[in-house]
């Protein structure tokens, strides 16, 4: 069940009002001001009536991003700062700050899907948010919905390599389509999410760009109240110029289309969205094309230097591919093997020309609280980091489960084990352990390999990493019907029986612990060895 959200100012004060507050309530510290005014920089805005400008304190953003997620799924956020000038301006940055698109404050949101499902969204919690299954030139699948819309954000598109006809057929045509539909249901105003790759100085033979350009010239001469939005290069888990751009860096050696001097100005996914958030919120459709990007500006060289660092704590190998031989081979390729090229001429524009913005009073009112280079990729590098390690706990509770209780684990038993991991800190801590780690792994095998490995680490590391998961698991089972009533459940028949269970069940052991000894004995000795051979070095 979602919980309030208490914020206060004081960590001293959270143990106390989580006593009293009970279970229903969650208590965070804001640990004092998470704003201030700028300490090098002119702190009011002059063309804007002198309007206050505040930039997040330097140490802080951790804390305000923990209370930005936290208050995403609260059911409702108190301010409880000191009653005082200082805790109302405490409490006014606060709401400022975790201010995200509620939609209990709309009446109705629609989201138009191909597929009809959200993968990112829990909609049933969101009564008032509606799927709609329907394709963008199927007017009839949604109509109805349109003409009870006051907005329309335009998120569709064709990215990446695709053939010419798609990029046009979705990103001009689909719009000019949607446009005139919107027209038809008296929809006021209209969001379109463009591409800063229209400001290229050649977009010739780059089709995903000359598509955006077309769309905009669509939504320019619509009629309606509009406003158009060109991101940056996009960087988020599941951004695919970041999924490109971190599988080059990701090499040993890194390949530099050009001389990596082109510029860009990456914005964090986050960023991106409260920014979107902020034009429907104070329905800012003026009638105008607005870039977005990030604080920094970066070359395209530094920016996968600084990922390959990130991953790998050391900087990378660069090998420049000239351009001027690169773009003519591509070129005539094009002509003849379009479908089977790798990459096209107008993918390579981001390392030709420089990708940034024009400032704008939109991008200023944000710019302070953005994420930089090194902290955006830091995210979402531990985020994938995270999702790997979710997926490797998922698979092991699918394995350790039915050993330990003939049943397949439910998705409650899934989240607890993996809770259950953040809360004991059950992980490898080091290289020197990795004899622990080559045992998980092969008794993620199958059931078999499960009952090799807990027989050897019974005898031989009654301590170890595997032998806390196997604990760890047989607890949140033991808690949790059905699997309690396995793990109760009395052995029953006369004596003799029970004698012939007992005989069984200790031969089986011996033979067990047999062919444990013989698959993981040597390796434990080898793994002893290496281990005392780099002590001494």
Known sequence: MDKNLVIVESPTKTKALKKFLGKEFMVEASVGHLKDLPKRNLGVEIENDFAPRYEI?????????????????????????????????IAWHIAQEIEKINPKAFDRIFCLSRTGELPSLDVSSHPNIRVIKGDLFDADSYAEFLSSSDIVLHLAAVTGKAKPEEYFDINARGTEYLLEQCKKSGVKQFLFISSIAVKFRDVSQYYYALSKQQGEDAVRSSGLNYTIVRPTIVIGKESAIWRSLSQLSKAPITLMFGDGKAKIQPIYIDDLNDCILSIIKKNI?????????????????????????????????????PLSLLIPTLSFLEKYFYSFLPLTVGQLSSFRYDGTIEDNRLLRDHLPKMKDVKEMVSEVITQEKEE?????????????????????????????????????????????????????????????????????????????????????????????????SYLDAVDSGCRIMLYLRIFRRGLSFTILSLFSAILFLPLHLGFMIVSKMRHRS
């Not at 050391?314 to 591919?321: M, V």
């Open 388 to 484: 790997i390690r979710r997926s490797d706990l998922i698979e092991e509770c699918e394995v350790f489960c039915p050993y330990l209780v003939k049943q397949k684990p439910s998705a409650y038993v899934r989240e607890k084990y993996i809770s259950g991991h953040r809360k004991l800190r059950i992980g490898l801590a080091n290289n020197a352990i990795s004899f622990d780690k080559l045992i998980i792994d092969i008794a993620q095998i199958n059931h078999f390999f499960t009952k090799l490995a807990d027989t050897y680490t019974r005898i031989f590391l009654r301590f170890s990493f595997f032998r806390k998961k196997l604990v760890m698991l047989l607890a949140i089972l033991e808690s949790c019907p059905p699997y309690h």
């Open 285 to 321: 459709f003026l009638n105008e094309a607005l870039d977005l990007g990030g604080p920094e500006e970066i070359t395209i060289e530094d920016f996968l230097k600084q990922i390959h660092q990130t991953l790998n704590n050391k900087d990378p190998r660069i090998i420049h591919i």
């Open 57 to 89: 304190i330097k140490g802080k953003k951790k804390i305000l991003t923990q209370l930005k997620s936290k208050s995403q799924k609260a059911k409702a956020v108190y301010l409880a700062p000191d009653p005082d000038r200082e805790g109302e301006a």
